[in-house]
């Protein structure tokens, strides 16, 4: 009976953000919520994610779309393994659920028409940047919602590394917003409306980034 209330409250405490991550998405084309990711599922998550760097399946990121990408360090400097799902071990297994009901609970509620997602691990060294850029392409527009969840432990302030989002207002002026990446916390925003950049941390940062799409993803993993 206790494991049964627990879980009911678990599931009550998850449909509440998944909720004002749908409202605040519509009011403001952009979510932050803490606590998405539960500090085991964090722990569990980073365990992948080293299990995967000791693989060396980890590729220096590029910019652009899979025909045409091309790496330039000093733009972006991060290193990406992308997720392939019929191949996720547990840990991302039950990440890519919660994504699965995500998309579904704002399909319900946003009319979005999202079909599919991409996800990939994400790892950027110290001193590494990604400078401002809208998510999505020129050339394939299918992008239509970022998320970002961070897996780390014990950041602080001072270890930089933010996200910094350029919120456009209807006088053509900008409003920064700066979100630090602690480790459970989710970034999401429309991928087509506004522009961000990754900003130096002093150390290793790490997160889970990716995007639904409005039709079902076929992307070429590189």
């Given at each position: 009976?206790?494991?049964?209330?627990?879980?009911?409250?678990?599931?009550?405490?998850?449909?509440?953000?998944?909720?004002?991550?749908?409202?605040?998405?519509?009011?403001?084309?952009?979510a932050?919520?803490?606590?998405?990711?539960?500090?085991?599922?964090?722990?569990?998550?980073l365990?992948?994610?080293?299990?995967?760097?000791?693989?060396?399946?980890?590729?220096?990121?590029?910019?652009?779309?899979?025909?045409?990408?091309?790496?330039?360090?000093?733009?972006?400097?991060?290193?990406?393994?992308?997720?392939?799902?019929?191949?996720?071990?547990?840990?991302?297994?039950?990440?890519?659920?919660?994504?699965?009901?995500?998309?579904?609970?704002?399909?319900?509620?946003?009319?979005?028409?999202l079909?599919?997602?991409?996800?990939?691990?994400?790892?950027?060294p110290?001193?590494?940047?990604?400078?401002?850029?809208?998510?999505?392409?020129?050339?394939?527009?299918?992008?239509?919602?970022?998320?970002?969840?961070?897996?780390?432990?014990?950041?602080?302030?001072?270890?930089?590394?933010n996200?910094?989002?350029?919120?456009?207002?209807?006088?053509?002026?900008?409003?920064?917003?700066?979100?630090?990446?602690?480790?459970?916390?989710?970034?999401?925003?429309?991928?087509?409306?506004?522009?961000?950049?990754?900003?130096?941390?002093?150390?290793?940062?790490?997160?889970?980034?990716?995007?639904?799409?409005?039709?079902?993803?076929?992307?070429?993993?590189?």
């Amino acid at each position: 009976m206790e494991q049964e209330i627990f879980l009911e409250k678990e599931s009550e405490a998850l449909l509440l953000k998944f909720e004002q991550i749908a409202d605040r998405l519509s009011d403001k084309g952009y979510a932050i919520i803490d606590n998405f990711l539960q500090p085991d599922e964090v722990r569990n998550l980073l365990e992948v994610l080293q299990l995967h760097q000791e693989e060396g399946t980890f590729k220096k990121a590029g910019i652009g779309p899979a025909e045409s990408v091309t790496v330039n360090r000093q733009v972006r400097g991060d290193f990406i393994r992308w997720i392939e799902p019929s191949e996720a071990l547990p840990p991302t297994q039950v990440f890519l659920d919660r994504m699965h009901e995500i998309l579904r609970y704002i399909n319900r509620t946003c009319f979005l028409g999202l079909k599919d997602f991409e996800f990939h691990f994400t790892v950027y060294p110290p001193g590494t940047v990604y400078q401002r850029h809208i998510d999505q392409f020129r050339t394939d527009d299918h992008r239509r919602l970022s998320f970002i969840c961070y897996l780390n432990e014990d950041w602080q302030h001072e270890n930089g590394g933010n996200l910094r989002l350029y919120l456009p207002n209807e006088d053509g002026t900008e409003e920064e917003v700066d979100v630090l990446p602690i480790a459970g916390r989710l970034a999401c925003f429309r991928a087509d409306m506004i522009p961000h950049e990754v900003l130096a941390a002093n150390r290793h940062r790490y997160s889970l980034t990716g995007w639904m799409l409005d039709q079902l993803n076929e992307l070429t993993f590189l």
